[in-house]
Structures are given as C-alpha cells and as structure tokens.
C-alpha cells in the first residue's frame, strides 16, 4: 500500500514558485485584448492558482511524512487529503491511509495520551477532549469525507481493543468510554462542532449505548442542534441503564447531566471524593418534556433505592459514600419534581447514614450543590461574611474573598474588585484582581458593549496579552460601524503585544488575531503584521498557528478558566484572507514561518482558499 501511495504522489511535481509569479505578472502587462481573450486569460490565470494549490498541497504532504514531530504528521496529511477531495480524490484517499497509519504510529508511541504517570480515567478523558488523540483527530475528518472508510478504521480499532460485545456494559469507573468508543465520540464530537450534524450522529451512535463523560457530552451538545434526535437517544440511555444491574449511583449522576447540568458531568468516589468536568462555555438547561424528566427520575430513584450489598461486595464504582453524596446532591430535584420519590430517597439516605455526623453531607462540599444552584450576589455576600468570620486563619479567609470574587466577576459585578483587594497576601492578591479584572472585560464584550470593554481596560490591573486581548476584541466589536475607533484600538493592541517578552506564545496569537481585523480596516497594514507574526512565531516552538489563550484562577471548588481565540486569532483565517488578496506574497510568507506546525497550517489554509474557491 505503501509503495502504491508513493507513486500515486510522485505524479505532481511542484510548479516553481518564480515561474508562476512571473507568470502572473506577465498578463497583467499584457496590453488591452478583446473581451473574450481576457476572460480566457482570467480562466487561465484561475487554472494556473488551481494546479500551484493542488501541488503545493501534494509537496507538502511528502515533505510531512517525514516530519520528526510524529503528532504532527497525521494532522498535516489528513487535513492534505481532505483539501484535495474535490480536487484529486484518488491522491486524498491515499493520504488518508498514510494519516491513519501515521496515528496509529504517533498513538502507539506515548506521545498523546500515555504517560508514565498513570494518570485517573478523568484525566484520561480530559486530554482525550482536548485533541490528544491523533487517531480521532483523522477520524473526524475522514468521517466528513468517506463514512465507508471511516468505519474501516474504526472496525480496525474495535478489533484492537476487543469486541464491543465482550466489555462489560457499563465502565467500572462510570466515567471514561473504551478507547474505540472514545475515538469515535471525539470524532463524532468534532463533526458536531463543524455543524455536520446527521453525520456525527451515525459516527457516535454505536457508542451512545454507556453513560460516561463523552457520550453524555455529546448528546448534550447535540441537543442543542437537534433536540429530537438527542432526546430519542437519551431517552433509550435511560431505558438500558434501568435495566443493568450495573448500574449505580454514579450511572444516576452521569445521567443528571443531560437534563439538569449539561455540560457539568460529576461522579463520586467509593471513599466519597469527586470527580467532575465542565464545559468552558456553559450550555443552558434543556426544556425537556415532562415525559423525559419523569423517565429520568422514576429510572433514577429505582437505581438509587436499590440496596448495597455488604462493603466487601461492594464492587460499584460510587460505594456507599458515593451513593450518599449522589443522593444528597439530587435530592432538592426529586423533591421538586417528584416528592414521592424524594420522601423515600431520604429515608433512605438516613437509613445510611444512621444520622451519623460523619456520614452527613452537611461539610460544605460544593460538588453537591455545583451547576444546581447558582446563589444571588445579595446571598452569596451574606454567605461570604459568615465565613470569614468562622474563618481560623488569614490564608482562609483569601480563598474565601478570592473564591466569591472570583463569582462576582464572572457575573459582570463590580464588587468582585474591592473583595479582590481584601486579600492579605499581596501576590494572590494581585493574581485574583488580575483575573477578576480581565472577567469584566470578557462579561462586557459578550454583551458587545466595546466602551465599558475599553474602559475596563484602561483602568484594570491587567497584563500586556490581557489588554492587547481587550483592545482587538473591542475593535472587532466597533470595526464595522466606526472604522477609525476599531483601528485606533487595533493601534493600541499593538503596542501592547511589542511590550510582552520575547519567546512568549502570546505574541504571535496576539499579531495574528490584530492582522484579522486589520485586514478590515487598513488591509495594506496587514502584511507588516504578518512578518511581525511570523518573526515573534519563530522564537516560540509552541506556536502551531491554532493556539488560544487560558487564562487559569483555582479557587476553593475548582478551577475557573478563561479562554480567548478560536476563529478570530486563528493562522489558518488570516492566510485565507491573504491567499484571496495575493496568492504568490501569502505563501512567501507562510515559508517565513521557521517550524512545521505554523508552517503547514498556513501552506493548506492558503490552498484550501484558492481550491474552495474553484468548487464553488
């Protein structure tokens, strides 16, 4: 296959850059022709850009496979394949098969998911999510593409981990899905995202038959493009989990998820500890019928109610700890929803307990009430002042004024300032007002107002990235109606990327996301920031082109997360915008770039630009 592969490939020779370019520049000396001849150069000149794209895309795939970044092979050659779908399917089939075995390569040898450490399912499940899984990643593009092949690669991948019929229904941990049905729901999961909705639905189904993080996730994420199909799908979840005996506590809380937290997935340990995932972007509550919730709960109280065999027969993922904190934490929805069930819950939930001070959940623990109830600020302030005066030392009472700070802000509420500047310890001090302060200004600019965004800016206690983040997403906000102010602000988010060190990944996302909106308001700038980019690029090797920017605030419960990019700091729309404006000047650029990864995403975005363009 191998062998076949490369001469399949070696067909296209790359067109010289000069030649094409010379090329170019020699019609548009050409003197005045008739109006036919120009629209015949015109469907010459688009030919020309077609074939340089194509072969360009060609010439970069050889030069991937020998990338010594074996993450990144994958990535370039599956993303190479399907640029030239429509262009030279036989060649993009070809690649595809050297991207899966480039996967499995990169998979195989640790440098994704495995490590030394033995890491939690949980922890496992998060870098699944994140992308560090190259075989999902091919995945997903390959299932946008050819769903037959798609399938062969998940059949090889079923046969690795074993027959799907010889698992045990139900993961032990409630938590994490085989590798196969992880790989497949990432998949799934990334057509989703890309509004493919019918085809991640008939990637993911087969793995929608367990309750764990993932497939809970993307039914979630799914409803919100296509109830119906999520709701039938949740619905026949529910069906199966009431009739497994392994089903638990655990499996209940899993199951809450969907129609309660989505987004917000919590599982309990047998020795009481939790474990929980939320989204950054916070999905609402669905509007179930009342069919579905009352499915829901009848199957979840009957779980729950079920007696707990002996401690050393206890072979369930939640334990009798984790059964009484699940009970706890959902036991205000049965009382509101179904008080019958909730009155025998909690005679249940004494009944284990034995009103034993130990076992009661009473200790403060926020997993039992996250994601269910969110305080007012009025009884979130209230709550603060009882605590710091029950608090027994200074470093307690900063993470109360931290953690509730921290809340406020998150609400758009001024206040979170002065409790900030309560913190004794003037480095968490500093921190906390840090991340408080660049929370307004991301409340103010989901709410497109681009004044209170820039005030904010100016007068918070932000960092160089923080403010150069605020100054672009302001200009982005104000750019079409008052171009001037969007190109003052953009002037502004300059100066303030030059003043971050140097090596620091910031600046690069920083050029590219400015050159984005520069391209509208003084496009002939753009290019100047793109080698500003690309100089600042070249000393970080973290740079891929498709970075965003976290911005991390632990707090007492958990860790609050700001994350800015995405689409509007991305390299791979800045060299499209390029690519249309000046083909033979945007892929000059893109070789300026010193490493790999920017290099190729910037190559393929340039030549999914021209080849876009010619299929439409």
């Known amino acids: 296959m191998l062998k076949l592969i490369a001469i399949s490939l070696s067909f296209l020779s790359l067109l010289p850059l000069s030649t094409l370019a010379q090329s170019g520049q020699g019609q548009l000396a050409q003197p005045k022709a008739s109006e036919g001849a120009i629209v015949r150069d015109a469907d010459l000149a688009e030919a020309q850009r077609r074939d340089f794209a194509i072969s360009t895309v060609i010439s970069l795939a050889r030069e991937a496979i020998s990338y010594s970044d074996v993450a990144l092979r994958p990535r370039v050659l599956s993303r190479a394949a399907d640029i030239l779908w429509d262009a030279d399917n036989a060649d993009a089939r070809a690649l595809f098969l050297r991207a899966w075995e480039a996967a499995e390569k990169g998979d195989a040898e640790e440098v994704t998911i495995k490590t030394k450490d033995s890491p939690p399912p949980m922890v496992i499940a998060s870098r699944r999510a994140g992308g560090r899984d190259l075989r999902s990643e091919v995945l997903s593009v390959v299932a946008r593409r050819d769903r037959k092949l798609a399938e062969e690669f998940l059949t090889k991948l079923n046969n690795e981990t074993g027959a799907k019929d010889s698992k045990p229904k139900g993961p032990v941990d409630n938590w994490s ?32 038959d367990q309750v764990n993080a993932m497939s809970i996730g993307f039914l979630s994420v799914l409803r919100t493009k296509n109830p119906d199909a999520a709701d039938k799908r949740f619905s026949h979840l529910v069906t199966l989990a009431e009739f497994n005996v392994l089903s638990d506590a655990n499996t209940v809380s899993g199951l809450s998820s969907y129609v309660f937290t989505p987004g917000l997935y919590i599982t309990f340990t047998a020795d009481g500890g939790g474990t929980w995932t939320q989204p950054e972007q916070a999905i609402a509550p669905p509007n179930l019928s009342a069919i579905l919730r009352d499915q829901f709960l009848r199957v979840a109280a009957n779980i729950l109610l079920r007696p707990l065999p002996p401690p050393d027969q206890d072979f369930s993922s939640s334990g009798r700890a984790g059964t009484i904190k699940v009970i706890s934490r959902l036991l205000p929805i049965f009382q509101q929803y179904a008080p019958d069930s909730a009155t025998a819950l909690r005679a249940y939930l004494t009944e284990l307990t034995g009103n034993s001070s130990r076992d009661t959940t009473k200790n403060g623990n926020p997993l039992l009430t996250l994601g269910l109830k969110e305080e007012e600020p009025r009884d979130l302030l209230e709550r603060l002042q009882d605590e710091v005066d029950h608090a027994k030392t200074s470093s307690e009472r900063d993470e109360i004024y931290a953690s509730v700070a921290v809340t406020l802000a998150a609400k758009g509420d001024l206040r979170a300032r002065d409790l900030a500047d309560k913190i004794d310890d003037s480095d968490h001090r500093f921190q906390v007002r840090q991340f408080v302060d660049f929370q307004l200004v991301q409340v103010a600019i989901g709410k497109k107002a681009a004044s209170e965004a820039v005030r904010l800016a100016e007068t918070g206690q932000l960092s160089h990235t923080q403010r150069a983040l605020a100054y672009t997403q302001a200009a982005r906000l104000v750019m079409k109606s008052e171009r001037q102010r969007g190109s003052d602000l953009l002037e502004k988010a300059t100066d303030e990327a030059i003043r971050i060190e140097t090596n620091a990944l910031d600046r690069p996302v920083l050029f590219v996301g400015i050159a984005i909106q520069v391209t509208i308001a003084e496009p002939s700038r753009v290019w100047e920031l793109m080698a500003r980019a690309a100089k ?58 010193k490493y790999d990864a920017p290099r190729s995403t910037a190559i393929l975005a340039i030549a999914s630009a021209i080849l876009e363009k010619q299929s439409r």
């Not at 989703?192 to 990637?203: H, K, R, S």
């Not at 509007?568 to 945007?586: E, H, K, P």
């Open 177 to 208: 899905a085989s590798d196969a049905d992880s790989k497949r729901l990432l998949a799934a999961s990334r057509l989703l995202n890309q509004g493919q909705v019918e085809q991640a639905l008939e990637i993911a189904s087969p793995a929608l």
């Open 536 to 593: 600042t690029a070249n000393e970080t090797e973290d740079f891929n082109g498709e970075n965003g920017l976290r911005f991390i605030m632990p707090t007492r419960s958990d860790f609050k997360t700001i994350r800015v990019g995405g689409d509007d700091f991305s390299l791979i729309r800045v060299f499209q915008l390029l690519a249309r404006d000046d083909l033979y000047r945007s892929v000059e650029v893109a070789k300026s770039f």
